[in-house]
């Protein structure tokens, strides 16, 4: 009787478990597959949003090759063309010259831009940079390009004195649709990094500020930065972003609080499934804003969340919300 009931037993812990493991089973498939009825974000509308961000923010200006000029753009900014420094085929060239120009101050403009401040040191090693300005610079006659033969000086908006801080210049692509690795400049070839010059002039109500100014040799985006210096320990960091969801469809950032500096997560952990950084190179105890944006049925999509780099960092986002565009750059760039 006892070896009736023991079989009896027997079966029934096999059958349950069994039953416990196909549950189990149904559950993780529930999980890991989306729903094809939710709406997914569009990689290739995103891209082009940014594009269009890009295109949108371009100034126009209009100089005598000849003649030259110095232009003032919208937020301040200062390009000075001397005569005969803009040419074709290493001649200068005459009439009317198409002068385009893009100037980014913020963190809104970076995100809506995707022109982040990370940087490429010589050894190859992508670390975080603090920036005073990027800028893209082009010219051009009838549709046609054209070319710097004597360089341009490029100068920042006016700081107070207090908040001056001297910049090297860094490049990034020389076309309006290139990326955002920035790479420190040696615009006159003599093998040293480009440094900003200070140069002090009036402010509002009789005050002095103080600009950046440096030249530039070749048309494109130029950048006044420097290196941030963090010191301590550092770790890595993962994002973990929800289902459907990776680097070929939405953008994923971290803004370092107290700093013009945004971090672009760019790499995609194929094991983890996750966004992830370079080197470990995020120190501990920082305190950070992370960002994402999606483009969902054209509609903008973002999240933002605050918090403290911790050692191996992991941060979940979800739960993405609709907005503006204007709503979005407001909020980037009302973070500390």
Same mark, same amino acid.
């Given at each position: ?9 027997q079966a029934f812990r096999t059958g349950l478990a ?33 594009? =269009? ?7 126009? %200006? ?62 190859? @090693? ?43 210049? !860094? /490049?990034?692509?020389?076309?309006? =649709? ?9 615009? =006159?070839? =003599? ?16 005050? %002095?500020?103080?600009?950046?100014? !440096?030249?530039?040799?070749? %048309? ?5 930065? /420097? ?10 960091? !993962? ?35 996750? %966004? ?13 804003? !992370? ?5 969902? @049925? ?39």
């Amino acid at each position: 009787m006892k070896t009736h009931f023991k079989h009896i037993n027997q079966a029934f812990r096999t059958g349950l478990a069994v039953l416990l493991l196909g549950s189990l089973t149904t559950l993780t498939s529930c999980k890991e597959k989306n729903n094809p009825e939710d709406p997914m974000p569009n990689g290739q509308a995103l891209h082009a949003r940014i594009l =269009d961000n890009r295109e949108a923010a371009v100034q126009h %200006f209009t100089v005598g090759g000849g003649t030259g000029g110095a232009l003032t753009a919208d937020h301040g900014t200062k390009i000075i063309i001397s005569p005969n420094s803009i040419g074709l085929n290493g001649q200068p060239v005459t009439g009317n010259i198409d002068i385009e120009f893009i100037e980014i101050y913020d963190k809104g403009a970076m995100v809506l831009q995707d022109m982040s401040t990370s940087g490429i040191k010589p050894n190859g @090693d992508v670390e975080a940079l603090n920036s005073a300005g990027e800028f893209y610079l082009n010219a051009t006659q009838n549709g046609q390009q054209l070319e710097v033969l004597t360089p341009i000086s490029i100068q920042s908006r006016g700081v107070a004195p207090a908040d001056f801080q001297s910049m090297q210049v !860094f /490049r990034a692509g020389d076309a309006l =649709d290139d990326g955002d690795k920035w790479e420190e400049a040696d615009e =006159d070839n =003599d093998g040293e990094t480009d440094n900003a010059e200070g140069h002090e002039g009036p402010g509002p109500n009789g005050s %002095f500020v103080l600009n950046s100014v !440096f030249d530039v040799s070749d %048309f494109g985006w130029t950048n006044l930065d /420097r290196w941030s210096s963090y010191t301590g320990p550092k770790t890595t960091l !993962f994002i973990d972003v929800p289902d459907g969801y990776d680097e070929t469809n939405c953008n994923v950032y971290v803004s370092y609080d107290g700093e013009t500096g945004l971090a672009k997560m760019d790499i995609w952990d194929t094991t983890q499934e996750m %966004f992830t950084e370079h080197y470990g190179s995020l120190p501990i105890g920082k305190e950070v804003h !992370f960002i994402m944006i999606a483009d969902i @049925d054209g509609q903008l999509y973002y999240k933002i969340q605050g918090n403290t780099i911790i050692d191996n960092h992991i941060e979940v986002m979800d739960n993405l919300q609709p907005v503006s565009e204007a709503d979005l750059n407001a909020a980037i760039n009302a973070l500390p």
